[in-house]
């Protein structure tokens, strides 16, 4: 009984994380790059309709659990809710449609269309990156 109920709790707690994206509304996105290259990029966005675009695909991404592939995570990408709220999201960066959700430990994979838009928005971040990995292997 103490094992099913530990084991809710951790589920619970677990889609708590994304699950309050859906409640509250994103006021700003920051990602930030840094390879081990020494190339670094930050792009942040604040406009509303792309903020609300990005928050859709969280949720959606929410819906696709994944396994983490060996891909290489070199972003991270920062989610502010209101005044005090703050999601932190790795970013794959070499090709591969997932983030891991930090503060839950979870792996979620974007569709493909919505890892496209991702690196539309973050288009800075895709140029100082260089190259697509999954291109040229």
């Not at 009984?1 to 809710?8: F, P, S, V």
Request: proline share 1%.
């Amino acid at each position: 009984m103490k094992r099913l109920i530990c084991a809710l709790l951790l589920v619970g707690l677990m889609s708590a994380s994304l699950g309050a994206l859906a409640a509250a509304k994103m006021t700003e996105a920051t990602m930030i790059y840094e390879d081990y290259d020494g190339q670094r990029c930050e792009q942040t966005v604040v406009d509303s309709d792309t903020l609300q675009e990005l928050q859709d695909m969280l949720v959606r991404a929410k819906k696709n659990k994944a396994e983490l592939e060996n891909c290489t995570m070199n972003s991270t990408l920062f989610c502010k809710f209101g005044e005090d709220k703050l999601y932190d999201f790795a970013i794959a960066t070499d090709g591969c449609p997932y983030m891991t959700d930090l503060n839950a430990n979870q792996t979620y994979r974007f569709t493909d269309a919505d890892h496209e838009r991702l690196w539309e928005i973050f288009d800075l971040v895709l140029e100082t990156m260089g190259y697509d990995a999954s291109m040229v292997f």
